[in-house]
Structures are given as structure tokens and as C-alpha cells.
């Protein structure tokens, strides 16, 4: 099984038992490209930044499929003892993190990519964001401050359309890439590119467009839990 199957079959499991899952979930059917690439191209000891939909760049980086389940579904055996849900896990053993708050922890990740760069390591940051996220002005500043410093982060945009109900025509008025480019981040033709020119402290961005093939947050059993009388 491919690491994309992998995934995809992981998704579908969670979607088809939502009834027992008690915290806000967002599933990633459909946006399997980029983990897919981070999967292949991390590194021993690098670092993963993620959002809250995090689930496929986890995996990726190696978090343990079981653990996750576990703390999906809010059991003590899960990655945080259940207490982190879908949005807001971690686990150290492998560098990974994740937020529930939209580019919560983008400032962080080019902290961690100024340490690394202080020690002479070769590993990098990988940061994802969504679309949404590049809407944060700590988004532009984090570049910015990444350029100036020749940071090694790469800066992964999957730009689904959509942030709940507003669509990106009705959010941005203009591209995404053309903007980060300006700052003088490198564009990276895929992943694996934009994670080559962190590796060479050169910071770096890279956007892929996708569709969700599933809600865009699944949270049927709180909804069904409100008592709105």
C-alpha cells in the first residue's frame, strides 16, 4: 500500500465513524499531493508545522497512525492523552505540530528554522498553511523575517478554494504566489523543490490548488449535541 492509500484509507475510516468522534475534525480527502511529497522528501530530524487540517502531514512525518486514531477519537492511548483532539496534536518524537488556530504556528516554525540555521543543522522546517492562513499578518511578516535571515523553511500553500462558505474570489483580491514571490521567497515548482531550497537555507514557498473531497469540517455529533430551545 502507497503512502497515499494509506491515507486515503485512513480518512475514509474516520469518516465513516464521525459518530464517535467528539471534536471539531477536519478530513483531507483530495489533498493527498503534498503529504504525499513531504512523505518522500523529509528528513530524520526535520520539522513539521501544520493546521488544523493536519491529519495526511502527520502521517507524513511519521506520527504513528494508531496514536493519532486514538487521539482523534479522545482516548488516554492517543498522541496527547486525548485531550488534543483532530486540530491541535503534537508529538515531538517526530518534530511534528499542528494548531488549530489558522497560521497559529508559522511564527514559531521560522523560530525553529532560525535555530536550526544558529546550530549549523541540516535539517529544515516545513510549514504548511492554507489559504486562509496567508490572510494572517503574521503570515507576511514570518516571511519577510525568513528572507532576511535566509532561513531553511518552505513554506507549503494547499490552497483548497474555500474557507468554510467564502469562497477565494470573495476572500483575496489577488494570486497567492505572486505575493510571496515579491518578498523574495524562492517558488518552488513542487514540494520536493521548495524543500530543496530550504536545504540550501534559501526560504521558499509553493502552492498547490486542490479540492476537498469531503465536508470541509465534519462535526456532526457536536451539532447533533446543541440544544438550541
Not at 541540516?122 to 489559504?131: L, M, Q, R
Not at 531553511?152 to 494547499?158: D, G, H, Q
Not at 483580491?173 to 521567497?185: Q, Y
Not at 537555507?201 to 455529533?221: A, G, I, R, V
Amino acid at each position: 500500500m502507497t503512502f497515499t492509500e494509506r491515507l486515503v484509507a485512513f480518512e475514509r475510516r474516520l469518516q465513516a465513524d464521525m459518530a464517535n468522534i467528539h471534536n471539531p475534525t477536519h478530513l483531507c480527502l483530495g489533498q493527498e499531493q503534498v503529504p504525499q511529497a513531504m512523505h518522500d522528501n523529509l528528513r530524520r530530524g526535520d520539522w513539521v508545522f501544520s493546521t488544523h487540517r493536519a491529519h495526511g502531514h502527520a502521517l507524513a512525518a511519521g506520527v504513528d497512525e494508531q496514536q493519532l486514531w486514538d487521539e482523534i477519537h479522545g482516548l488516554e492511548t492517543g498522541l496527547n492523552g486525548g485531550f488534543a483532539g483532530s486540530q491541535g496534536f503534537s508529538d515531538p518524537s517526530n518534530n511534528f505540530y499542528c494548531t488549530a488556530i489558522v497560521g497559529g504556528l508559522v511564527g514559531v516554525a521560522a523560530g525553529v528554522a532560525w535555530a536550526l540555521k544558529r546550530d549549523k543543522s541540516e535539517s529544515i522546517v516545513v510549514c504548511c498553511v492554507g489559504d486562509a492562513g496567508t490572510e494572517q499578518g503574521v503570515f507576511w511578516e514570518t516571511i519577510n523575517w525568513s528572507v532576511l535571515n535566509k532561513l531553511p523553511i518552505a513554506f507549503l500553500c494547499e490552497n483548497n478554494g474555500k474557507s468554510v462558505d467564502a469562497t477565494f474570489a470573495e476572500r483575496q483580491a489577488t494570486p497567492i504566489t505572486p505575493r510571496a514571490k515579491a518578498f523574495g521567497l524562492m517558488v518552488g515548482a513542487n514540494v520536493e523543490s521548495a524543500m530543496r531550497f530550504a536545504r540550501d537555507q534559501q526560504p521558499s514557498f509553493y502552492e498547490h490548488k486542490c479540492k476537498l473531497n469531503c465536508d470541509h469540517l465534519n462535526m456532526s455529533t457536536l451539532l447533533a449535541s446543541v440544544d438550541y430551545k
